[in-house]
């Protein structure tokens, strides 16, 4: 196998690690930050928010990879153009 088709094959992996730690340093941003007790609430609601809806798309992409019939991940932006789009805006 190839690297250009491992890569294409499995970078949604690399979208949801990126995700988590992006999370993981906005967590640790916080704690440094002196908060009360409302704000670090608040706080970690965004967290997990923003660890789940930066990931979604990346789990869909590679859902639709592994069990579906798009075959890499250029076909899917392809065919997919409006999620493309999603995951442009997310990550300006």
């Given at each position: ?78 065919e997919c153009l409006l999620i493309f ?8």
């Amino acid at each position: 196998m190839d690297a250009i088709h491992l890569i294409s094959s499995y970078f949604w992996i690399l979208g949801i690690v990126f995700a988590i730690v992006n999370s993981i340093v906005f967590w640790l941003r916080m704690k440094k930050a002196n908060l009360n007790d409302a704000q670090v609430l608040i706080a970690k609601g965004l967290i997990q928010k923003q660890a789940v809806l930066l990931s979604a798309p990346w789990l869909v992409m590679g859902l639709s990879m592994q069990f579906g019939g798009i075959s890499s991940l250029f076909s899917f932006f392809k065919e997919c153009l409006l999620i493309f789009i999603y995951g442009c805006s997310i990550y300006q």
